[in-house]
């Protein structure tokens, strides 16, 4: 079968990272066709930069990097330096990228390439603020039925939130942009903090990616060092959760994720509560079903793909 084309949009931070290293490592199954940059952990310019880092980092300039939206539709930027550093990559000691970046805006790659492509071909994977796609969706509304699915990290509902007690932080930076994708008629799968806090990423296992001795594996692992010092008092233990490396984790082993589909909404308007995703889990509502909600990942085979994906790097 031939691989699977995806976009990755994303804010790199080390979890998005990960996220791309483990996709750029499955070249059989996954096809990165473009990467889009948006202001979200850290502003735009250093996402950018972040995210030509780990592509040369990757052994793979040739995928190119667009820069765009520098801040939500409606909103003012909120980053994240309180977790991923001033750089957004904090950790790892990456060379400056001698890639450009693309002169095209993000948003109009995003048109163009969906517009172009056979329909039901591309999948969008949002990591970060998802203003580049409802942009993208609002500019020119005929790439939704285009589009084969948009997988995002972002949300949750059992958990709460991690920006707010209500709302996952990708989703509270622009609130705007997340009930435009969910409620586009785009088939949505969600990676929210429900999933992604059941796959904690332990010492152990940054010791034995380390030890696979790949420059990538090793990169990688600096990155998780400085990312797991943050949340010592919340999850009470040195094990962390790597968000977005569950979005490919689900596009290459969908089924060692638990997951229901669900109608999804969020919230726009209540000033306690903005930004979060409202899950009708028992279906009350009798809404469309709009999102496939993924619950739970069984750890093991997670980490022993991603492991084995990100050490065959260079
Ligand atoms: C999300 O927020 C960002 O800080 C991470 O990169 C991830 O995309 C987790 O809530
Ligand atoms: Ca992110």
């Known amino acids: 079968m031939a691989p699977r084309k995806i976009i990755i949009d994303t804010d790199p931070g080390q979890d998005d990272a990960f996220a791309i290293l483990f996709a750029l490592g499955s070249p059989a ?8 940059t948006v202001g979200g952990n ?19 300039p040739d995928v190119p990097v667009h820069a765009g939206c520098p801040a939500p539709m409606v909103r003012k930027l909120i980053t994240a330096e309180y977790v991923h550093g ?48 409802a942009t993208a969706m609002t500019m020119e509304p005929r790439i939704v039925p285009r589009l084969r699915e948009v997988v995002l990290m972002g949300g949750g509902f059992f958990q709460g939130g991690n920006a707010t007690p209500a709302a996952e932080f990708n989703i509270f ?22 999933c992604t806090y059941t796959a904690l990423m332990t010492p152990e296992w940054l010791d034995r990616l380390r030890a696979t001795g790949s420059r990538a594996a090793i990169e990688a692992a600096n990155l998780a060092d400085f ?22 984790g689900y596009l290459l082993a969908p089924q060692i994720y638990e997951q229901r589909q669900c109608a999804v909404t969020v919230d726009i ?12 889990w028992w279906h009350v509502t009798g809404r469309r079903k709009n999102c496939n909600v993924l619950r739970r990942i069984d750890p093991a085979p997670f980490f022993e793909l991603m492991l084995e994906r990100i050490s065959a790097l260079p």
């Open 29 to 36: 199954e996954l096809d990165v066709v473009g990467i889009t």
């Open 173 to 194: 930076v622009d609130p705007h942009a997340a009930h435009k994708v969910f409620d586009s008629g785009v088939p949505v799968t969600m990676a929210g903090i429900d």
């Open 269 to 280: 308007v209540s000033p306690e509560t903005i930004g979060m995703t409202v899950v009708d």
């Open 227 to 248: 990312y797991r010092q943050y949340g010592t008092h919340k999850f009470e233990t040195p094990a962390r959760p790597i968000h977005d490396a569950c979005v490919t």
């Open 86 to 133: 001033e750089t957004g990559l904090d950790g790892a000691d990456l060379p400056e990228p001698v890639t450009p970046l693309q002169s095209e805006h993000a948003v109009n790659y995003l048109v163009r390439t969906i517009m172009d492509s056979p329909e039901g071909e591309l999948t969008v994977c949002t990591l970060g603020p998802m203003t580049n796609l």
């Open 42 to 60: 850290v502003p735009l310019a250093l996402t950018s930069k972040n995210a030509l880092k780990v592509v040369e980092l990757a052994g793979r």
